[in-house]
């Protein structure tokens, strides 16, 4: 037994590899499978409003549930991974298949939560925000069908970061990839009815969301049912143990609220710029969305530094667990640094792809030029959470997270624009935020440091 576990860490790239090569081979097709996510969705929003605005407004309600969702769904599989690449990294591989287990009974879970909620609760959240027949009839479509089919989301998920958590990022991808291919295909032929296809309308959409989810899942599972697969689901580990569970939201229950977070500032944000004019709220909301794109090379190299440094950790490796980290925070700045040239450069075409009106791109160009400023900063802070989450200490990163977007971001944004009762100097909340941010996170780096890496082995453990 002891013999076998040699031989499998020797085979895992996680654990021999250079850094640099394995963070940019393993990040690279989590970028390339979280962008064209990030593509689709602007991609869905076009689609639909050929139906009109009240289609594109129900789905815009429908939004923040879809979020949360995605947030729940990733969290937990964000713990899933931690657990599991740490389990592996020390060669506890019946704990790690215990992990996944219990990941998988979690995810079930989860997602039977939002199949009752679709049921159940679906038309008075609806009707609590429009009154408007047609809005309200697409939004109970619409949400309907991506809660109560959301099987495919749930496990799309959990079957990815099994993979992520041994370094099969490629497959990951493709599943990803296949997933939001068919979903750009099939979204216009369900919508308007192509190819002797029914014509749906905004059900349409919402079946061709979870389709396509469903066909990620598929091509995942068969991957994690396939030899590539090191970590066994078996039924026996799918029985739910305490201390399973406590490990795993230790790091997934930070990073859900990590992610829910957001859709609370976005509210918070949208609440003070709307007291000037609704093209201030536009302005942030392109802007939210290009952001969301332009960052997701930097969020696919962090899971997979998260995963490298988790596994490292575990086995007990301090030489690779910092060298993944500081390769990744370089590599992040150089990608942050790029981003903001583009930014300052180019707002005219990017607000351009909007059909922006004169007065949105005056505003566009002011919020350009001042809340990229902060980014560069922002990587610093990233990369510490990655750390924080990879060493099972996601609880930091929560609070990281509740600092910058709700204790001194939405704060700022508030008292900015009192002060100077103009929208530019709400833009200023950003960078103000981001400072302020990165030195809570190199405290609690330091901390992290001292009680957890510092006491690691220097040099890697001798394989016999």
């Known amino acids: 037994m002891e013999a076998n576990a040699t031989t499998q860490l020797k085979q895992n790239k996680m654990a021999i590899q250079p850094e640099g090569k394995l963070l940019f081979g393993m990040g690279l097709p989590l970028a390339v499978s979280m962008m064209i996510q990030a593509v689709y969705n602007i991609v869905d929003s076009i689609f639909v409003s050929y139906l009109g605005e009240n289609a594109l407004t129900a789905v815009s309600l429908s939004f923040p549930i879809f979020i949360l969702m995605i947030s729940v769904a990733v969290g937990t599989g964000v713990g899933i991974n931690s657990l599991i690449s740490r389990k592996l990294g020390a060669k506890r591989y019946e704990e790690a298949e215990q992990a996944a287990g219990n990941g998988l009974v979690l995810m079930a879970i989860s997602m039977l939560v939002f199949v009752l909620l679709g049921i159940f609760f679906v038309r008075p959240f609806m009707s609590a925000y429009t009154n408007n027949p047609e809005t309200l009839d697409y939004g109970i479509t619409y949400l309907t069908i991506i809660m109560t089919c959301s099987a495919g989301l749930f496990f799309q998920i959990f079957f990815e970061r099994i993979l992520q958590s041994q370094g099969l990022n490629f ?34 959409a919402a079946i061709a969301t979870v389709a396509g989810q469903m066909l990620s899942t ?38 859900i609220i990590l992610q829910a977070l957001g859709t609370v500032m976005t509210l918070a944000l949208n609440g003070i ?26 969020f696919g190299m962090t899971n997979a530094a998260m995963s490298i440094i988790a596994f490292n950790y575990g086995a007990q490796n301090k030489k690779r667990v910092m060298r993944t980290w500081k390769i990744a925070l370089i590599a992040g700045i150089v990608m942050m640094l ?42 610093v802070s990233i990369m510490c959470s990655v750390m ?16 910058r977007q709700l204790l001194i971001l939405v704060p700022a944004a508030w008292l900015l624009s009192n002060i100077f009762h103009e929208v530019t100097a709400v833009w200023w909340a950003f960078p103000i935020a981001e400072v302020f941010t990165t030195v809570i996170a190199l405290f609690m780096f330091a901390r992290i440091y001292k009680t957890r890496i510092h006491t690691l082995p220097q040099e890697p453990p001798q394989i016999a």
């Open 171 to 204: 497959y990951a991808m493709l599943s990803q990839i296949a997933g939001a291919v068919f979903n750009i295909i099939f979204d216009p032929i369900l919508i308007f009815g192509l190819l002797g296809f029914p014509k749906l309308g905004i059900a349409g």
């Open 218 to 255: 598929l091509i995942s599972l068969g991957v994690v049912l396939s030899k590539k697969n090191e970590v066994r689901l078996r039924l026996k580990n799918m029985r739910l143990k305490a201390p399973i569970v406590r490990d795993i939201y230790a790091v997934g229950a930070p990073s």
């Open 273 to 298: 710029l709307i007291a000037y004019t609704e093209t201030a709220v536009a302005v942030f909301g392109v802007y939210f969305r290009v952001q969301s794109i332009a960052m997701m090379p930097l």
């Open 338 to 379: 790029i981003m903001v040239t583009i930014f300052l450069l180019l707002p005219d075409q990017i607000f351009g792809l909007f059909n922006a009106t004169d007065e949105m791109l005056r505003l566009g160009r002011s919020a350009l030029s001042i809340i990229p400023l902060g980014l560069v900063l922002a990587t």
């Open 388 to 403: 924080f989450q990879a060493v099972g200490n996601g609880t930091y990163s929560m609070y990281l997270s509740l600092a």
